[in-house]
């Protein structure tokens, strides 16, 4: 009988399980091993004030057709929701303002409108870049922040760019490379753009977005919603896997047409326990994966405490887990690979979820949220007028929102217990919505290491990481720290990786 090994619960292993069963059929066992007590990796639901709340990722983009795909396979369709038609907003330069339209992940394009967020000086720098000459060398990868500093000046960093990348990644864009996180400008200027203005306007264009701003809500932290794939990844080519159920994976193209953004009905426990029952994978929680040791006939899986080691024989093994266990697994098999995943750094952040009665925030403004620039006097990073964005979250009449704090580099700021981040998040909730009042409930949901850094130079890694994996045979990789850290992404690279695995594995059972 085959067996695989799927390390790791989050939604890349088990949406990695659920498409082996596809291809493998019922005959083969399949094993997810989750560290955690809990299955969902940063998907997480808790029940705030009596009504499923994420406090994890909170929304994917289902312009990707991957997400509504699965629910569809697992029986959730009719969970899938979208976000009502409200505005969102940025705090800049003292105020609360329309979220810029016309740019590219923060990226100003040539119809931009930036007039309530930067001064008169960071207008004037944006008006002046197209006529300073660029000097561009297709194929380089730059820190964003720095190639936005140079040709746009401070103020479009850290009042817009700022806001919006570090809501996906709880990172900070000097650090973050331009063509792991904005591919299509990168795109833009390899093919000869002449300004950033130009390559913005262009990548909005390809991914048909005419104008607005993209990742126009709040920060789904714990994974974003707004992650663009990593152009050429091994993800993005069709693989032939045989086998029953939806065909081979790839990492699509935007649509531009309908919904950006969707959520699930009743949170993302609700695809987690139905992917959990469409795999027929046997779980196990609370388990730890030391070792990983290749066999002649597979692999050897050494699980548990030290002192009472236990042995598990597979035919393959799927890691999908954050960089450093990828790490630790993968140096006595694939060194190479090990080394690679060593140099994906991972960021910390909180949610802090609070319930409030309608009567008492009733001067609370109608959008869907604020993102805060990284020049503001405050602690979170944005907050989500969660039963404003979702009417779903309102229908008992309590107003919920969710504030995202912490990002790379700030871990010092959610060293403190959680009445100060709850204390804190109140703080800033009267600045930002006039909000004093008690909350009813309140929920904090730390994220240690929860999301992956896509630095300078993050595709040649995950390249190299990739092809050592490959060049082992029997064993896969899936998960954020490849191609995107929003659902979709990680629900491409599972797929992609259980159909890679999938040929070698029914040839063995048949003999061929």
Not at 134 to 143: F, I, K, R, S
Not at 197 to 213: I, L, P
């Amino acid at each position: 009988m085959t067996r695989v090994a799927v390390v790791g619960g989050g939604v890349s292993g088990l949406a990695c399980a659920h498409r082996l069963r596809a291809l493998l059929g019922p005959a083969a066992e399949i094993v997810v091993l989750e560290q955690r007590d809990r299955l969902g990796g940063v998907l997480r639901t808790v029940d705030l004030a009596g009504t499923p709340f994420d406090v994890g990722a909170e929304a994917f983009l289902v312009r990707r057709p991957e997400v509504p795909a699965l629910l569809t396979e697992i029986g959730l369709a009719d969970a899938l929701t979208h976000p009502a038609a409200a505005t969102a907003t940025i705090r800049a330069g003292g105020r609360t303002v329309g979220l810029p339209r016309g740019t590219l992940m923060g990226v100003p394009g040539r119809d931009a409108d930036l007039g309530g967020v930067l001064s008169d000086a960071g207008r004037a720098a944006v008006a002046a870049e197209p006529t300073t000459p660029l000097d561009w060398e297709p194929g380089t990868d730059v820190a964003l922040g720095a190639l936005l500093r140079r040709r746009f000046g401070p103020e479009v960093v850290d009042r817009i760019a700022d806001p919006l990348l570090g809501g996906v990644y709880a990172g900070r864009v000097d650090r973050l490379g331009l063509r792991a996180t904005v591919p299509a400008l990168a795109a833009a200027l390899d093919a000869g753009a002449g300004s950033l203005t130009e390559a913005a306007s262009t990548g909005m264009a390809a991914s048909g977005q005419r104008s607005g701003t993209l990742a126009a809500g709040t920060p789904a932290a714990g994974g974003g919603a707004t992650t663009p794939p990593v152009a050429g990844s091994r993800a993005a080519v069709p693989t032939a896997a045989g086998g029953s159920g939806a065909g081979p994976s790839a990492v699509p193209q935007p649509v531009a047409v309908g919904p950006v953004f969707g959520a699930v009905r009743g949170g993302y426990r609700e695809m987690i326990a139905a992917l959990v029952a469409a795999s027929g994978a046997r779980v196990r929680t609370g388990v730890t994966v030391r070792e990983l040791h290749r066999r002649p006939d597979g692999w050897r899986l050494v699980l548990g405490p030290v002192p009472q080691p236990e042995a598990l024989d597979v035919d393959a093994v799927v890691l999908a887990v954050p960089a450093p266990a990828a790490r630790r697994l993968l140096e006595p098999v694939a060194p190479a690979a090990a080394a690679a995943a060593g140099r994906i750094e991972l960021a910390s952040s909180a949610v802090v979820a609070l319930a409030f009665r309608a009567a008492d925030v009733t001067g609370m403004p109608g959008t869907s949220g604020c993102l805060v620039a990284a020049d503001e006097p405050l602690s979170v990073k944005g907050v989500t007028h969660a039963s404003t964005k979702w009417a779903h979250l309102g229908e008992d009449g309590l107003v919920r929102l969710r504030a995202s704090i912490g990002r790379f580099g700030e871990e010092a700021s959610l060293q403190v217990d959680d009445a100060e981040l709850v204390a804190r998040v109140r703080a800033d909730l009267a600045v930002l919505d006039g909000v004093d009042a008690v909350p009813v409930a309140s929920f904090v949901q730390r994220w240690g290491g929860g999301l992956p850094q896509y630095g300078v130079g993050h595709g040649a890694v995950v390249d190299a990481l990739e092809a050592a994996v490959a060049a082992v045979g029997g064993l896969e990789v899936a998960g954020s720290m490849l191609h995107g850290v929003g659902v979709p992404a990680c629900v491409a690279t599972a797929r992609a990786a259980a159909e890679r695995l999938a040929p070698a594995l029914l040839a063995a059972r048949t003999g061929r």
